[in-house]
C-alpha cells in the first residue's frame, strides 16, 4: 500500500485522514449554535463545551471538530468517546495542539482525522499510529482485546 494512504494524508489544513468519503467543506459552527440551527452539518466542540447536547443531532453532523488549544487538555478524548459510543459516524477531526504522542491515543477514542496547528513528521507519525499491536481496554475504535484474543481458540 501507498505510505502516504496508509498515513491517510489529505488536502488542506488536515494533515492525516483516515476516511474514504469526502472531505467536509462546511465550516463549523459552535455547540450552541448548531443546537439552534437545523442546518448545521459541521461544529466545533472546544473545550467545556458539553458534548451530550449535540447527541440529539448525530444524524445531520457531517463533521466534528474538537480543539486541543493545549496538548495537556484531555478532554478532547472525552468528547471523542462520548460522540461515538452515542453513535457518531461521521468525520471525528483532532484540531489545535495535537502531538506525535497522542495520536495513537486519539485514534483509539475514535479521531480518524487531524489537523494539528503545526505539522508533525510523516514518519514519526506512521510510528506513533502504529504504536499498539495489541491493547487491553475496549475502545471506539473496536480492536480486539488482549483476553478477547487469549478466548479465541
Same mark, same amino acid.
Given at each position: 500500500?501507498?505510505?502516504?494512504?496508509?498515513?491517510?494524508?489529505?488536502?488542506?489544513?488536515?494533515?492525516?485522514?483516515?476516511?474514504?468519503?469526502?472531505?467536509?467543506?462546511?465550516?463549523?459552527?459552535?455547540?450552541?449554535?448548531?443546537?439552534?440551527?437545523?442546518?448545521? *452539518? &459541521?461544529?466545533?466542540?472546544?473545550?467545556?463545551?458539553? #458534548?451530550?447536547? +449535540?447527541?440529539?443531532?448525530? !444524524?445531520? =453532523?457531517?463533521?466534528?471538530?474538537?480543539?486541543?488549544?493545549?496538548?495537556?487538555?484531555?478532554?478532547?478524548?472525552? *468528547? &471523542?468517546?462520548?460522540?461515538?459510543?452515542?453513535?457518531? #459516524?461521521?468525520? +471525528?477531526?483532532?484540531?489545535? !495542539?495535537? =502531538?506525535?504522542?497522542?495520536?495513537?491515543?486519539?485514534?483509539?477514542?475514535?479521531?480518524?482525522?487531524?489537523?494539528?496547528?503545526?505539522?508533525?513528521?510523516?514518519?514519526?507519525?506512521?510510528?506513533?499510529?502504529?504504536?499498539?499491536?495489541?491493547?487491553?481496554?475496549?475502545?471506539?475504535?473496536?480492536?480486539?482485546?488482549?483476553?478477547?484474543?487469549?478466548?479465541?481458540?
Amino acid at each position: 500500500m501507498d505510505k502516504a494512504r496508509d498515513l491517510g494524508t489529505s488536502p488542506d489544513e488536515v494533515q492525516f485522514r483516515f476516511r474514504d468519503d469526502e472531505p467536509v467543506d462546511h465550516g463549523t459552527v459552535t455547540v450552541d449554535a448548531a443546537i439552534d440551527q437545523s442546518n448545521a *452539518a &459541521a461544529v466545533r466542540i472546544e473545550p467545556g463545551d458539553d #458534548t451530550r447536547l +449535540l447527541l440529539p443531532f448525530l !444524524d445531520r =453532523l457531517a463533521l466534528v471538530e474538537v480543539n486541543f488549544p493545549s496538548f495537556g487538555d484531555g478532554r478532547g478524548y472525552s *468528547a &471523542a468517546r462520548i460522540l461515538r459510543e452515542a453513535g457518531y #459516524t461521521g468525520e +471525528l477531526r483532532a484540531v489545535g !495542539d495535537v =502531538l506525535i504522542d497522542q495520536l495513537s491515543h486519539m485514534r483509539r477514542c475514535g479521531f480518524d482525522s487531524f489537523a494539528p496547528d503545526k505539522r508533525l513528521d510523516e514518519e514519526d507519525a506512521a510510528r506513533a499510529f502504529a504504536t499498539w499491536d495489541n491493547v487491553y481496554q475496549r475502545a471506539a475504535d473496536a480492536r480486539r482485546t488482549i483476553p478477547e484474543q487469549r478466548h479465541e481458540a
